[in-house]
Structure formats: C-alpha cells, structure tokens
C-alpha cells in the first residue's frame, strides 16, 4: 500500500486553464502538506492543514487553493493556470503533537507543465 | 528565520570511497533536523532525522549524520559509496514554531564513479 499517494503523477495544460490535484494518505496522519520543487530542484513548502485546518500558507498566489475535506485528503487547486506553475508539486504528511516534531513523508510527486 | 545551506551543489566520490555531504543551519531555537534522499523522478525518501536526542544519528542505507552545536553543522556520511547511492540529498529544518514546515537547502547531486 503506498503511504502518501498522488494523482495525477503528470499533468499537462494550456496556460489559462484550471486544474486540480489530489493527495491522499493512509498514515493516520493529522497534518498534510503541499511543496513546490522548481525547476532547478529547489522545494518551498505552500500550504499545510493540521485536522483539515490551514496553519500554514506562505507567499503563494492566491490562484493556488487548498482543500481539505478530511484529515487524509489535501487537494490542491490552481486557477489560470501560468507558465511560472510548471513544477513538480509534492505532498506530504505528518503527526503532529505539541513540543514533538515527528518526520514528514513525502508522496512521489506531480509533475505539472504548463505550455 | 531558519535556514539550511548545502556546500556543494555536485559531489563526486568513486564507488567504495568515504561520502561526505554538508550541511549547515541558521536556527535561534534548538532546531529539528532531517536529511531527504530524492532519486530520479522520485518523491523524497527520509534519510535519517535529529530531534534533540544523541548527537549522532544513524539511518537508513549506512548513513549517519552528527550534529554539531558549535559549529551548526549536521553533515552525512557514509564509509563506503555504492553505485545506488547516486541521488540528490537534501538537508532541512524544521520551524515548530511555523506549523512543523520543513525548510531545505538547495540539495546536492551525489554522483558515485565506478
């Protein structure tokens, strides 16, 4: 069973266009995360829901939405879509308890190309 | 604001030979530290991981990492390359303070010579 998975695993689009994608995890997890790997490698975290909850949400477009519907899903969708957004997104989950950080694992990747 | 630096964007190491890749910090507060392994077209995989308990840490695959206060250093090592150790590393931070994001340096490019 893969623990954090994705879908799409590729993703090509006009620019202009909407697209979204998925992120499950089967961890028992409370807190998902999505980052962004350009294209020279370099991985930013975007967002993270702890219990469907947003806590974290950087400088990103307001283009890129995240939804949570359950504490095992977190969606990422992305209006417009521009050329800047080819990327490959990952998502990633975690436990979290207070005063305790436990390790993130990471899904195998989206690789979005927008042309 | 923490951050991590990775000296070497490309390290070269013949098959069999020690493996060093370093890794540096800025954090004000105890940090939490992690290094990833990403292989071709792949998610990342946790290496090994420093949450405040021994200084010294072992992983998965032969790797272990020591972190150094003084110095604000957590390098990986590795006695002995193999050719399947031919990936990207990348170091990170953790920012409890910040919802547990993760912050990374920009990776370096193991590269292991037959």
């Known amino acids: 069973d893969t623990a954090v998975s994705q879908t799409p695993k590729y993703l090509v689009t006009q620019m202009g266009n909407d697209k979204s994608i998925k992120c499950e995890q089967n961890?028992?997890?409370?807190?998902m995360y999505w980052y962004k790997q350009d294209s020279k490698k370099f991985l930013k975290i975007m967002f993270s829901?702890?219990?469907?909850?947003?806590?974290i949400n950087e400088t990103v477009p307001n283009r890129f939405s995240p939804k949570s519907p359950d504490k095992a899903h977190l969606n990422l969708h992305i209006n417009s879509l521009e050329l800047g957004d080819s990327a490959v997104y990952f998502c990633a989950s975690s436990n979290s308890l207070a005063g305790v950080t436990y390790e993130q694992y990471f899904g195998p990747g989206t690789r979005l190309t927008v042309t | 604001a923490q951050s991590v630096t990775q000296l070497g964007s490309h390290v070269s190491v013949s098959e069999g030979a020690l493996v060093l890749l370093r890794c540096n910090y800025s954090?004000?507060?105890?940090?939490?530290l992690f290094w990833y392994v990403q292989y071709p077209n792949q998610g990342l995989q946790l290496l090994l991981k420093?949450?405040?308990?021994?200084?010294l840490v072992k992983g998965i695959n032969g790797f272990e990492a020591e972190f150094k206060k003084s110095e604000t250093s957590f390098h990986l090592t590795k006695p002995s390359a193999h050719m399947s150790d031919a990936a990207e590393y990348f170091c990170?931070?953790?920012?409890?303070?910040?919802?547990?994001?993760?912050?990374f340096g920009a990776g370096t490019i193991l590269r292991v010579k037959s």
């Open positions: 961890l028992g997890h409370d807190t």
């Open positions: 990170a931070v953790s920012e409890m303070e910040y919802g547990n994001k993760l912050v």
């Open positions: 829901y702890n219990n469907k909850e947003l806590i």
């Open positions: 954090s004000s507060v105890p940090p939490y």
């Open positions: 420093y949450t405040s308990a021994a200084t």
